[in-house]
Every structure is written in structure tokens, then in C-alpha cells.
């Protein structure tokens, strides 16, 4: 799979992780980093991961003694720490030139 679409709940999610782009991170904190809601963040970490920017694994403990589901963290890959700072620059430059702009003539730029 190439690079995923940058929208821009997928340019949150990224830059989410490069915040702190060494460390792992489950989705709720992904969710909360991101400003998203946590259903809508999940379809995103999947493509991402598909994609080979994120890895992922499920913690290893004994849900009973912590009181809690196991989470799956996900962190960058080697990958993903090359491709998306790049990715977030180009979609950032694209947004910026993305759209034609009016002359002070009224004509279109």
C-alpha cells in the first residue's frame, strides 16, 4: 500500500506521533492528542499501519489484576519516521497553494 490519503483527521493522527515520535501510544491517547473522536481514530491507525508508517502490539498484562482491557500501542516505524514529516510538509504546502485566488480584477490567479 503507497501513502494514505492526508486528510485531515490522518494529518492529526500523524501529528500526534510526531509530538513525541519515539514513543509508543494506545488510542485513546491518539484520540485525545488528535482532537478526534476515539471511533473515528482507529480506521485511520489501521491505514497507517497498512501503509508501513505505524507499528503496533498488544501489551503484555493480566487484565484482571490491572482492572483493564489490554491496549495496542502503536508507534512509528522506521518507515513512517522518514515518510511523515515529509508527508505533513507537502500536504502543508498543498493546502496553502491549493486553490486559485482572485485578482484584484476580479478575474481568477
Not at 482532537?35 to 491507525?45: E, F, K, N
Not at 503496533?56 to 484482571?64: C, G, L, M, P, T
Not at 504546502?93 to 476580479?106: K, M, N, V, Y
Request: net charge positive.
Amino acid at each position: 500500500m503507497g501513502e494514505p490519503r492526508m486528510t485531515m483527521p490522518t494529518r492529526a493522527v500523524l501529528a500526534a506521533f510526531m509530538a513525541k515520535p519515539a514513543d509508543e501510544h494506545y488510542g485513546l491517547e491518539v484520540s485525545e492528542a488528535a482532537g478526534l473522536a476515539a471511533g473515528s481514530i482507529y480506521p485511520i491507525l489501521i491505514r497507517l499501519e497498512q501503509c508501513g508508517w505505524l507499528e503496533s502490539r498488544w501489551e503484555d498484562i493480566d487484565e484482571h489484576a490491572e482492572g483493564r482491557r489490554k491496549r495496542r500501542y502503536y508507534r512509528l516505524s522506521e518507515k513512517g519516521a522518514q515518510a511523515v514529516p515529509l508527508a505533513l510538509a507537502k500536504a502543508k504546502g498543498r493546502r496553502r497553494s491549493g486553490g486559485a485566488t482572485l485578482r484584484p480584477d476580479g478575474g481568477l490567479a
